[in-house]
Every structure is written in structure tokens, then in C-alpha cells.
């Protein structure tokens, strides 16, 4: 089938915000008097902040520790550094602008859609993704498929009609267990084995390529 949808993980493909999760957990957490290092604080960029968080408590052996309260605090705090620093990966907004009207767009992520919708916003691009699936939609998150099986469900099209861009091997499972195609975007990881059978790009800044790979021959 020919490419009729290009759906863009979020944290890693669009916005360059793991450094940011990072710093809105540690002060967050710093809040309970805990100093967390950067690299723990760097696994919630791969799975769901309550998982994350749940994980922290049951460690330090904390019972009916408020969870949902200490995410709201961390995404309040995530906001505001978004809305301060929007970080868009290079050649993200070329690749859009040149994807607009020949296919339609999507954000399947999962962090909160207030995140995506700063960035988009601040990029002037919000315009172009009108369907975004966050957290907040899905009952499971990455690696589940429900949010790429969502997206297809409001955008009415079949899962061999679309391809996903995606920078974790977690996103990467999502995607596929959708049934749709996938581009492994390098961001954040070199290319190895998490790539999979994806076709593979180390950024977004070559055009060309770039719409090849997603089936619409030349920009």
C-alpha cells in the first residue's frame, strides 16, 4: 500500500527533551529529599512516569506513597522548562513542512499531550499534526500498541497505509505490533540491534533520503 500516513514519536524524534525529564524528575524528587542521579532519572525517559516513580518507592521500601500527586508535579515542572527551551531536533521542521498535504500527520507519544502541544506551538507547527495521541489517551503505553492503534483508528486508515518514526527499541515494538512499517531515527541511539529490520537515518536532516525511505519518491 502506498505511505498515506507519517506518525512521529514525540521524545526523541520531534524534541530533543531527555535532558529536561531529567532535570524536572531530579527536582522533583529532590523535593523529597532525595538526590537521584542522571542516569536513574534517565530510565523514566523509556517507560511511564507513574511506572517510573512506583519503582522508585517500592526500592525504598515506601508504601501508599503518592504517585499520581509527584507526577503532577513533575510534568508542572516539565512544562515550564518546555515552554522556556523547546528543543526541536534539526531538519524536523523541513521534513514536516515538506510531508504537508501529501500525507496525513500524527504525534503517538507517551508523555502528556501539554508537552507536545508547547513544542508544536513554539515551532509553529501545530497546525500540521491534527491528531495527537499522549499518555493521557491510552490505558497501556509503549511497547503496548494501543496508542499506534489509536492514531490509525482516528486517522481511518489501515496499519500497511502508515509508518512510524521511532528512536527506542520500545517504540519500535509499539509500532510494530500495530502492523505499521518503521524508520529507527538515531537521535539517541546508534544504529544496532534495537534497530530491527527498520530502515535506519542518523537524524532527520537529509531530506531526500528521508522521503524515500517513507515511500513518497522525491520532496
Not at 524528575?25 to 532519572?41: K, S
Not at 506513597?65 to 509527584?70: F, K, L, T
Not at 515494538?173 to 500495530?178: C, G, V, Y
Request: glycine share 8%; aromatic share 6%.
Amino acid at each position: 500500500m502506498p505511505t498515506r500516513a507519517v506518525l512521529f514519536d514525540f521524545d526523541g524524534v520531534i524534541a530533543d527533551t531527555e535532558n529536561i525529564h531529567i532535570a524536572a524528575w531530579q527536582r522533583t524528587l529532590a523535593r523529597l529529599g532525595w538526590e537521584v542521579p542522571d542516569d536513574v532519572c534517565a530510565r523514566a525517559v523509556e517507560v511511564d512516569d507513574r511506572i517510573f516513580l512506583a519503582d522508585l518507592f517500592a526500592q525504598r521500601k515506601i508504601e501508599h506513597g503518592d504517585v499520581e500527586g509527584w507526577v503532577r508535579t513533575k510534568q508542572e515542572l516539565t512544562a515550564a522548562m518546555l515552554t522556556a527551551s523547546p528543543r526541536l531536533y534539526p531538519g524536523l521542521v523541513d521534513l514536516v513542512r515538506s510531508l504537508t498535504g501529501k500525507v496525513q500527520l500524527a504525534v503517538v507519544s507517551t508523555t502528556w499531550r501539554e508537552n507536545i502541544a508547547i513544542v508544536l506551538k513554539a515551532a509553529g507547527l501545530e497546525d500540521a499534526f491534527p491528531i495527537v495521541v499522549g499518555k493521557q489517551d491510552v490505558t497501556l503505553v509503549k511497547p503496548d500498541p494501543e496508542g499506534y492503534r489509536l492514531a490509525l483508528q482516528k486517522l481511518e486508515l489501515a496499519p500497511g497505509e502508515a509508518i512510524a518514526l521511532e528512536d527506542s527499541p520500545t517504540g519500535l515494538t509499539s509500532a510494530r505490533a500495530a502492523g505499521l512499517a518503521t524508520l529507527a531515527v538515531g537521535h539517541r541511539l546508534p544504529r544496532g540491534e534495537w534497530v530491527g529490520a527498520a530502515d535506519f537515518v542518523d537524524d532527520l536532516t537529509n531530506l531526500p533520503k528521508l522521503i524515500s525511505l517513507l515511500g513518497l519518491g522525491e520532496p
